[in-house]
């Protein structure tokens, strides 16, 4: 095997600390390996193993996912607590003790301040908004949703959902991020015309993609 090449390994690392400077969150893999001219996915794993191992990155475990933290001269200064919520039954409150798994500190520097939660994307239906099955996302419920902006949303008292907020003739709707079709030219990903009781929990500000996973 090769020696991986120094000069590319602190590109790697620089080009992660730019990206949470920029999104406050960790590029994907294949954002690496494109921005980096890195021909080999495996080779960026290997370069992210490196920096872990000089302590220049933290690799954080939740659950058994494994994700790159913002590296250790970022984090320092004041940090916001995230409650970190499993799947809600219907009808319960998104934020009820029995659904908080752990609570998570966001440095605020990157994140801003804020009353965060951090739900689990489940589906395919908002990758064109860059979330995929299995991402975290860090939602803001202190601040007014608006025309455009990815929200959490819970119509009828059902599990809540991530989707974009629009609005025609007057009426606000749920608009799915995904336009793939069924084998009938229809789309699989229906938006939602809410008729009944409904509610925007939050805004999603930041997505925390999987290191164990490669996003297209």
Known sequence: MRPLNEKKISEVLEYIISAFKAFGEAPTVRDIAKACNIPSTSTVHSMIKILESRDEINIDKIGKK????????????????????????CGEPILAVENIEATIPLPVEIFGNGDYIILTAKGSSMIKRGIFDGDYMIVDTSV??????????????????????RQKNGKYYLEAANDSLDINGERIYKDIHPKGNWDIIGVVKQVIHSTDKDVL
């Open 144 to 165: 007014q949703a608006h025309v455009g902006n990815v929200v959490i949303a819970r119509v009828n008292d059902e599990e809540a959902t991530a989707k974009v907020l």
């Open 66 to 89: 494994s994700f790159i933290s913002v590296p250790k001269n970022l984090v320092k200064g004041n940090v916001t607590n995230a409650a970190l919520v499993g799947t809600c039954p």
